[in-house]
Each structure stands twice: as structure tokens, then as C-alpha cells.
């Protein structure tokens, strides 16, 4: 893949900035857009589901996966690969 003409990328310490200020605060507050209804709503509306493997964070119209969680020895892996986007409270 050829990369696109422009200014050259950053390496990802340039996002600690923005993602720090993203990743604080109370997550259920945040609202997420559902990839597959559409359906944008509060994290704290969805269905959660909790056991010894992690934390499945389902949408409350579709049932889809919005958010996993696991936590593991050497830290914590979110997907949120369910969600179109998700909006934080500044
Ligand atoms: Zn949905």
C-alpha cells in the first residue's frame, strides 16, 4: 500500500494527549453509536454481561457486542469494535 502524499505520520506517542483525555472519567456516561442498528445511546442503557473470561457490553435494541473487556496479568484490552463511534463528556 502506498502511503497517501501529505505530511509524514507521527508515531503513537502523539495521541497521548487526545486518547488520555478520552480514556478518564465515567464511562457509562459516554454515549455509543451501535455498528449495527444505528442505535446511538449511553453506555450505562446497554446490557452487560460479566464472567471469569470478561465483560460484554451488548446493545440494548440489537444485541449486538458495542465493547469487550478483559482484564488480564499485564493490563486491561478493550475492543470496542461493535461501535461506530463513541462520545465522551468533555
Ligand atoms: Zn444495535
Given amino acids: 500500500m502506498t502511503p497517501?502524499?501529505?505530511?509524514a505520520p507521527l508515531d503513537g506517542n502523539a495521541a497521548a494527549g487526545p486518547l488520555s483525555a478520552v480514556l478518564t472519567g465515567d464511562a457509562t456516561l459516554a454515549v455509543a453509536c451501535c455498528s449495527g442498528c444505528g442505535v446511538?445511546?449511553?453506555?450505562?442503557t446497554a446490557s452487560v454481561f460479566r464472567s471469569?473470561?470478561?465483560?460484554?457490553?451488548?446493545?440494548?435494541?440489537?444485541?449486538?457486542?458495542?465493547?469487550?473487556?478483559?482484564?488480564?496479568p499485564g493490563g486491561t484490552v478493550v475492543s470496542a469494535h461493535g461501535c461506530s463511534w463513541?462520545?465522551?463528556r468533555a
Avoid: F, K, Q
Fill in 4 to 7: 497517501a502524499p501529505g505530511p
Fill in 40 to 44: 446511538a445511546a449511553v453506555l450505562a
Fill in 52 to 72: 471469569a473470561m470478561g465483560t460484554v457490553v451488548r446493545c440494548s435494541r440489537c444485541a449486538g457486542v458495542l465493547v469487550v473487556v478483559v482484564e488480564r
Fill in 86 to 88: 463513541i462520545r465522551v
